[in-house]
């Protein structure tokens, strides 16, 4: 049976898994993230193959989280973020915070993001109300937004059109 091609698949949560999926693809935004640039710092920091991380940079630059650019002058290509990578951080630091919670050693967690303004740990994206009081899981409600189709729109008991109801029982 061949692997689900997640790229096709409506739900923009299952394409960016065909992004950021991939066992290695976090941890090469990690890596640019904490400044990573060239593809020698990638191998080095990561120890990953140089034939995975290829592949993985590639995949990244694809879909536009990383730029190859060659710098001014010339000389060997570096990897930037662009805009959409940069976007992705806040993910990586929710995502760095429940694992230094739950999949730490005693020792605790191997880096903390420090503020470089105030020296302070930077804190972890809360869930908040305008008002600023915290959302938590059981405060969430789930709605079909305006892609969603007929199948999202009766799950979140949102009432099918007419035309729906009709095209249902034809």
């Given at each position: ?75 060997r290509h570096v990897y930037q973020l662009t ?33 470089k303004r105030s020296g302070a740990e930077i ?45 249902d029982h034809a």
């Amino acid at each position: 049976m061949p692997p689900t091609d997640f790229t096709t698949m409506p739900c923009p949560v299952a394409r960016s898994m065909a992004v950021l999926g991939e066992r290695w693809a976090i941890l090469v935004m990690r890596e640019a993230f904490y400044g990573s640039t060239r593809f020698d710092e990638f191998e080095k920091n990561l120890g990953i193959a140089p034939n995975i991380l290829s592949a993985r940079l590639k995949t990244l630059v694809t879909h536009e989280l990383l730029a190859r650019v060659t710098p001014e002058g010339g000389g060997r290509h570096v990897y930037q973020l662009t805009e959409k990578g940069r976007d992705f951080f806040p993910a990586y630091v929710a995502l760095k915070a429940w694992a230094d919670r739950w999949m730490t050693d005693e020792k605790g967690p191997l880096t903390v993001l420090q503020d470089k303004r105030s020296g302070a740990e930077i804190a972890t994206p809360a869930l908040m109300r305008a008002d600023g009081s915290a959302i938590t899981l059981d405060d969430v409600r789930v709605l079909p937004g305006p892609g969603a189709g007929r199948f999202l729109r009766r799950r979140f008991g949102e009432a099918a059109s007419e035309q729906e109801q009709e095209d249902d029982h034809a």
